[in-house]
């Protein structure tokens, strides 16, 4: 354990006094230095030696800190944020003696990303842990550390149980990550802890039940359920939300069990609770997607009296300011009494230093969506106080597109089985169809984000703030996912903060590119011209793709896109083999097979597979012709995408779903 100056323990200044000859002789040895930076440097050591003799802090010094963390929910299955079938006991009684945040967000909608960003406090883009799972773990940027480690170095004792599902290399964080971790294994019982702990009785896994399952009856009347206006009504659908409202009954025992074992060994007061999903879900078009569903998660922070003194906040409040999971680590350390790290994206919302006003000011959140297991699909969210704005850089692929895991739930299956019959209403459809290239929802009027407000006239100010702030966001990062997840892999991951800042004005361009598709296609269409005879490859990339955003609006520039079916780069062939096929003219699946034939790398093999299944559903009854023994790279995730093509048997057929299973749990 490492001692520093903390921020309750006062030094003893009479040791800064004893020093003083020591501080005259180091001062006399660096005569070329100038007088004040000599200074500086002498009063720094003298702060390193206080702090390597002052003694360890106890728990009196300083709160512990307690976070429950319970899967895949959103704030939408609770009695605590509206849902009158969502009672939930234990969480409800924490609330009433503390805070319950209108609005905290994770800034991803599924576990590695979210998780990720939640220990380091940095947005996933800017460093390269945005995809899950990730195909490399990226490294932080030099200094960086997920936070617990900070804590420890503040004397802290840190452990988690268990679930860790980190994109980036760890380092040395906990004292102890097992099913068995728990501040009662700290070896002095003086020491503060900071604990966390994740159920995993609401994942998304409980959800995947088969049909003979659902004969058994749940606690929550499947007639009684509200289902959101995107869901068919069927049995299916209200039996799983309803059995969804019986796991987070499950989810408040599990909270309710650990919060006794704090009671049984008298911590209840010394300690500081955090409880809180670990992202959005879990029914379907909620883990996996920006919608409030997959972001808006619920916050519950109980600070015992002992230590409300560290907040200006009454409990039982409703605090609405803004707050995201790069947030969280931040304010765990402000409440610990520990510096943040510039490293960090996020600011504290609690502690000493916050202003209740400034935090009840901020009203905007940052979302990210890239790639989920096999299924490629960037999207970027904005909200800003009630307004909502996602930008679907990849707008042709609907958001029902494959993903194996998501469709071992009934519910996923026969809602896309429902559409293909043509049963589902125009906001149930929408799931299924190509999407505009940018959204803009009302979220106080339109909770469940069906009506989309990105061309009414009366929102077009609200738009274009919105859409500025997000290019902004993306281009200041600088956002990562502008270079396919191949490329930034082989390039960037070593250490991608600076990799961004070295790169910045060509993901500038990239970007730009990208939302060309923003514009009229008649303005847009010369500019991309331009960018299709660019010499860098991902200029031509992207252009690529924003012709596809146009769809048939795009023909005119069939000719102008012909010769990029051939270019040496795999991936922007695909991309022109994913324009024709979107225009329908040229049949792409030739230059498809030849790229997979010649791609050695299994992250840039699933990227193409990617566009085949797009172009496979697209199309219903079509099939893309491929032959395994011709595709070179099957490593990685590559496994989920061949087995939905039927190119190779599924891992497990358990959960009624036969094609396009997955073992793993996502
Ligand atoms: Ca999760």
Redesign the pocket.
Known sequence: MSCRVEFFSKPDLSILRNLSPAIDRFLNQTGTMSTHFKRLFALLACLQFVSAIAPPLAAADRPNILWI?S??NSIHYMRLYGDPLGAMPNVEKLAAGGLTFNHAFSNAP??SV??TTLMTGILAPRVGFQYHRKSELANLPPGAKMFPAYLREAGYYATNNS?K?YNVVEGTVWDESSPQASWRKRPDKSQPFFHMQ?T?VS??SSLHFSTEQMKQPTVTKPEDVKLPPYFPDTPTFRYTQARYNDRMREVDVQVGKILDQLKEDGLAEDTIVFYF???G??LPRS?GYVYESGLHVPLVIHVPEKWQKLIDRKPGTRPDGFVSFIDFGPTVLNLAGVDVPSTMDGKPFLGEGVSVKEVESRDTTFGYADRFDEKYDLVRSLRKGRFKYIRNYQAFYPDGLQNNYRYRMLAYAEWRELYRQGKLNDVQKQFFQARPVEQLFDIEKDPHEVRNLSADADHQETLKELRAELQARVKGLPDLSFYPEPDMVKRALNDGAAFGQAHKKQIGRLVDIADLSLLPFSEAEPKLKTALKSKDPWERYWALISCSCFGEKANSLEFDTLRHLDESNLLVRVRAAELHGILGVLNPDSTIADALSKSESPVETLLILNTVVFLQDRDEGRKVKLDLKQIRSQGGEVARRLEYLGLKPPTSGKGGVKRGTAKKKS
């Open positions: 963390l899967e895949d599924v576990c979210a998780r679930k599902d994740t995993g994942h998304e999903g670990d992202h879900g879990v883990k």
